[in-house]
Each structure stands twice: as C-alpha cells, then as structure tokens.
C-alpha cells in the first residue's frame, strides 16, 4: 500500500504517479479504493471532453488534433484512450507511445487503460481514472473510446462534452449511433472529409437531428480532416461553446450531479450480484431452479431473491 504518499504525488501533478495511480485504478481492489478515498475533494478543475465513434473513424487522430490546438493555447491537456478491446492494459501502454507521438511531444500527458476486472467494470475504472487526471490538476482532458456499446455509453456520458465522431459513407455508423450514441451527443464531427460523401453525411445528420425534440443545446455538425487540418479550429470552438453552455445556469453542476449518481448506482449494482454470487449462492441456484422448472419467470425470481437480501439485511441489522 502506497496510497497516501501516492495520492500527494498526484495532488502534485507528478505524471509518473498519475501514471502509477491509473495502473492501481485498473486492477482495482482495496489499494485502488484507499487511493481513491485520499484524492477525495479534489473536484474539479478540468474539462473532460469524451471522444466517441466506431473504430477506425479517426478519433485518435482527431484526439491529437484537438490536444495540439489546446497545447498552442498554452493549457494542459491529459489523454485518456479506452480501449474495451483490448484485454491487457500493458499492450495498450506500450501503444501510448505510438498512438499520439506529436502530442506527448508537445508535453501533453497520454495513458490508455483497458480493464474488465475492477468493480463496475470497465465504466468505473474510467471514471476513476477521470478522478485522478482531475485531482493532478489538468484542466482539458481528453478521453477516447473505440466502438459503440454500452461501456462506450457510460464513458462517454462521465464526461462534460461528447464528441461522436463519424465519417462518410458509414451506414451502420448512423445505426449505431441510433443504438444511444445519438442521444448523449453533443457535437458530432464527420471525419475523413478530405474523402468523398463527407457532404452527404453531414446532410443525413442533419437530418436526424431535426427529428429530434428541439433542445436547449442543438449539437452543432462539423466536417474535419485530421489529415489536412479542416475543422479542428471550428471543432475547438464547438468546444468551448458547448463549455460556455454547460457553465452557465448551474447545467453542469447538475450534469455532474447525475453522473455521480449513475456511478454510485453502478457501483452498488456491481456490489450487489458480487455479494449475491459470493455469499448467497444457494438462494441464487433455488432462483435458477425456479425459473428452469418454469415456477417462476426470471423478474419474480430475481424480486424474490432481492426482497429476501433485504430481509437477510434487515436481521443483521437488528
Ligand atoms: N483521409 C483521412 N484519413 C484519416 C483522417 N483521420 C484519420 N485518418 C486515418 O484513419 C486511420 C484511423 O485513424 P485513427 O485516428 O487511428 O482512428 P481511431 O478512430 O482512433 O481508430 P481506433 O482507435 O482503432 O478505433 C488512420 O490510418 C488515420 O491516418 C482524415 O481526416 N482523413
Ligand atoms: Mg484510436
């Protein structure tokens, strides 16, 4: 256990705990619970901008454009990469220096991290991770993540600003995006416009949106190209906007507000089926047995078992 003197490193700013902190936060346990509990408080001087989108549409890319343009602006920018692909965070490591090679050159701090094994899953481990950059005093963070699941989801909706990012001529892009993406965006980039279509993707986002209920916000559609430069400036702009919006009117207190609900909400769901498998396994096979033999169906099953914790609950309380 190194949780308190680590926990000063990363009040400090010192990028090698921060690194250190994150690889606790990923294997989880109580050494990632202690460290977690001594950085409380630190809430919450960056600005977390989640960039989302199927693989391969460019969001590192557009991750390194955008850092770069924060770094000419003379602020500090963490980079966060989520890869639920990719089941070994060593591997992934191994690929920071790869993945943004201009932007660590330009003094930006880059970590990826993918986990499956910490309480609440990979979600929790990458809102705890947020909580570190947060405490080490980085006032833009950047966060990836690959692909469109529901992991991506909660990442992507434990930060201040969504990113969804598309490009031309992806069908199943604009599908996904029905599957909940579209809903927590609140910018979408059409990437690779340097390529054909990129016009028509703009106009079938468009498109969607104007389906949607007319919000408050109305997330503005941008054509960028990682490669050539197009957009980034327009897509930092969007940025600050959108930041402008969120600050003003208590929003994005109240934005904070819920996340940590849902994350608490989370953790108690994931301590919940831990407690079930580990300490009432044979209530759980009776409610398996129920439901197999056709007593009952698996909601009055599990109703059934979550009434009898209580009460299990309830009498050691007493
Ligand atoms: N033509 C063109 N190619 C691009 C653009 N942006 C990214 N690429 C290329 O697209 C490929 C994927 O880019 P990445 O930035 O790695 O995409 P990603 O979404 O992070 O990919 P994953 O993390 O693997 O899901 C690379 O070969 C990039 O060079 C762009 O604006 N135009
Ligand atoms: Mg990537």
Avoid: Y
């Amino acid at each position: 256990m190194h949780g308190v003197g680590l926990a000063g490193q990363v009040r400090a700013g010192q990028e090698r705990a921060v690194a250190r902190a994150i690889t606790v936060v990923e294997r989880g346990g109580l050494e990632a619970e202690a460290l977690l509990a001594s950085l409380r408080g630190s809430d919450s001087a960056a600005w977390r901008v989640g960039l989302t989108g199927a693989p391969g549409v460019g969001k590192s890319s557009l991750t390194q454009a955008l850092g770069l343009a924060l770094r000419e602006e003379g602020v500090g920018v963490a980079v966060l990469a989520v890869d639920p692909s990719s089941p070994f965070s060593g591997g992934a490591l191994l690929g920071d220096r790869v993945r943004m090679p201009e932007l660590l050159r330009r003094g930006a701090f880059v970590r990826s991290m993918a986990t499956r094994g910490a309480l609440g899953g990979l979600s929790a481990a990458a809102g705890d991770a947020l909580d570190i950059l947060d405490a080490a005093g980085f006032p833009w963070v950047l966060v990836e993540t690959v692909g469109v699941g529901q992991d991506e989801v909660d990442v992507a909706s434990t930060v201040d600003t969504v990113v969804v990012v598309t490009v031309a001529g992806l069908g199943d892009d604009i599908q996904a995006a029905k599957a909940g993406i579209l809903e927590i965006a609140d910018i979408f980039v059409v990437n690779k416009a340097d390529r054909p279509g990129a016009e028509a993707q703009v106009a079938a986002l468009e498109g969607m949106l104007e389906l949607q209920p007319a919000g408050e916000w109305r997330p503005p559609v941008i054509r960028t190209s990682a490669r050539t430069g197009e957009g980034i400036a327009e897509l930092r702009q969007a940025v600050g906007l959108h930041r402008v919006f969120l600050e003003a009117d208590g929003r994005r207190a109240a934005r904070r507000h819920r996340q940590v609900a849902e994350r608490i909400l989370r953790l108690v769901a994931a301590l919940a089926s831990e407690r079930v498998r580990r300490d009432f396994q044979a209530m759980l096979e009776a409610a398996v047995a129920a439901v197999t033999q056709g007593r009952q169906d698996v909601h009055g099953a599990a109703r059934r078992l979550f009434a009898s914790l209580q009460g299990v609950g309830a009498a050691r309380e007493a």
